[in-house]
């Protein structure tokens, strides 16, 4: 699976910004987004099962980033409201190896090439 990473940008805090992350082919696994800040791990920010029936985020992002999917789009969103300084990192889409809503990177084996957020304070 090949995934494509779109919408990134400058944002002031406070702002919203949406991410999508399209894939070459459609898949029944899980997705999901995950930020890697400079000199930091790469960290899990959320993700949705195939039906969207469940979804799972991390604390830092609960309540100010949604996750969604458009199967007939082979496409993955993240709705990013209420942006904070650090939020800023580059996001990257994934595919999860199965169908839970996994938030661990070694279970992810499909990687986009990133797009890049930064929060402007």
């Known amino acids: 699976v090949q995934l494509v990473e779109s919408g990134g940008g400058l944002v002031q805090a406070g702002g919203s910004l949406r991410l999508s992350c399209a894939a070459s082919v459609r898949t029944f696994n899980a997705m999901g987004w995950f930020r890697q800040a400079p000199g930091k791990e790469r960290e899990f920010v959320a993700t949705?099962?195939?039906?969207?029936?469940?979804?799972s985020y991390a604390d830092s992002v609960k309540g100010r980033f949604t996750i969604s999917r458009d199967n007939g789009k082979r496409t993955v969103y993240l709705q990013m409201n209420a942006l904070k300084p650090e939020d800023t990192a580059v996001y990257y889409c994934?595919?999860?190896?199965?169908?839970?809503?996994?938030?661990?990177?070694?279970?992810?084996?499909?990687w986009g090439p990133g797009t890049q957020v930064t929060v402007s304070s």
């Open positions: 994934a595919v999860a190896a199965g169908g839970d809503t996994y938030t661990l990177v070694y279970q992810y084996d499909s």
């Open positions: 949705v099962t195939w039906s969207g029936d469940r979804t």
